[in-house]
């Protein structure tokens, strides 16, 4: 919840509704996990690679995913003047 009210109001100054955005924020927080564990499950179990060096370039990608989701998705802007 902290996060959640940091990026609405610290990040992004999103002025619209809390529920919308809440639930929105829950379904990307959701997909970055997904995403996090396939590239895991995909680099590490299948290919090999070492899951420290892995998981450390997964940290940026997901980080960059999200970062993305919440600015034109879970708090875009509003087309309202």
């Known amino acids: 919840m902290l996060s959640f009210w940091g990026n609405r109001k610290l990040t992004f100054s999103y ?11 829950l379904i990307v927080h ?22 420290q060096l892995v998981q450390g370039v997964a940290i940026l990608i ?5 970062f993305i989701s919440f600015k034109f998705f879970v708090f875009k802007p509003s087309i309202r003047s």
């Open 15 to 25: 002025k619209g509704k809390v529920v919308g955005s809440g639930v929105r924020y």
């Open 30 to 51: 959701t997909l970055g996990y997904l995403l996090n564990l396939i590239i895991l499950i995909i680099f590490v179990d299948k290919l090999g690679y070492p899951h």
């Open 62 to 66: 997901v980080a960059g995913f999200l």
